[in-house]
């Protein structure tokens, strides 16, 4: 529910719209080349012929999401984890269903492993290149992992 306020300048901020897409098509393929080389963590998917993302999010997956996510806020690096909790196991969902831990082992793997790195249109290449070379630093504690 916007308020005329709100409404006004969302009118306003639609015009930069397709931009602000751009730009994020951009910064996540800049950061899928940064990180192509590590096999612990599964990039996002990308758009084909009958599909253009707009990566509102840019959600990684990787083994060791809450080890890599300290690391990152140490560095000064804000991310998000935006699945915590599969749908199954919401309480709505164990009340009127039932539903207990094990019963989707994919959505519980899914949102153990996702973690949401920065993307915003005005971010620059160079804290791109920084978030992505922090996460090669993570890595490179434990070389069994990066390839």
């Known amino acids: 529910r916007l308020n005329t306020v709100q409404a006004a300048i969302g009118r306003v901020q639609l015009r930069r ?51 890599l996510r300290i690391w990152l806020d140490q560095k000064g690096i804000e991310t998000g984890i935006h699945y915590a909790t599969p749908i199954h196991l919401q309480p709505l969902y164990r009340r009127m269903f039932g539903y207990g831990s094990g019963e989707f082992p994919n959505s519980e793997t899914l949102c153990s492993q996702e973690l949401s790195l920065p993307i915003h249109p005005s971010l620059t290449s160079e804290e791109i290149e920084f978030t992505s070379r922090m996460i090669h630093d993570f890595y490179e504690q434990e070389p069994e992992l990066r390839h």
């Not at 897409?21 to 996002?44: F, K, M, V």
């Open 17 to 67: 719209l397709d931009g602000w897409n751009e730009r994020r098509r951009q910064i996540a393929s800049h950061y899928n080349g940064l990180l192509s080389d590590l096999d612990d963590l599964t990039r996002p998917p990308s758009g084909d012929s009958a599909t253009r993302e707009v990566y509102h999010m840019y959600a990684i997956r990787c083994g060791r999401r809450d080890d």
